[in-house]
């Protein structure tokens, strides 16, 4: 089994930044990668950012590209999310997610793995 635990949300204005932690405990080993999805109320759990833990190159939903950076520290066996220029509709839970898919990272049921999510609120 894996263990996801999530921290760093928080509420910022726009504009402003807010640094997600995601700590993988377990068996780390069953993990190809490692992503962050969102999900606002009412809303489905989206794709936001997905990163190899070994080799390979990170994704990113379009509405982040060249806003967010996912990151990792396999010595800490940890996944960050740096998010800056914040908008409000970037309000949302943010989870962290685990998968032993190679394929497209997109698709939350792809992740049998999930942390508890932590809250980003960003105001106007």
């Known amino acids: 089994q894996v263990q996801l635990v999530e921290s760093g949300g928080g509420a910022v204005q726009a504009g402003g930044s807010l640094r997600l932690s995601c700590a993988a405990s377990?068996?780390?080993?069953?993990?190809?990668?490692m992503a962050w999805f969102r999900q606002a109320p009412g809303q489905e759990r989206d794709f936001v950012a997905a990163?190899?833990?070994?080799?390979?190159?990170?994704k990113y939903a379009n509405s982040v590209k060249d806003r967010f950076t996912i990151s990792k520290d396999n010595t800490k066996n940890t996944v960050y999310l740096q998010m800056n220029s914040l908008k409000p509709d970037d309000t949302a839970v943010y989870f962290c997610?685990?998968?032993?898919?190679?394929?497209?990272?997109?698709?939350?049921?792809?992740?049998?793995?999930w942390g508890q999510g932590t809250q980003v609120t960003v105001s106007s």
């Open positions: 997610g685990g998968t032993a898919y190679t394929g497209s990272w997109s698709a939350s049921f792809r992740y049998p793995y």
């Open positions: 377990g068996r780390i080993s069953d993990m190809y990668a």
């Open positions: 990163i190899p833990l070994n080799y390979g190159a990170p």
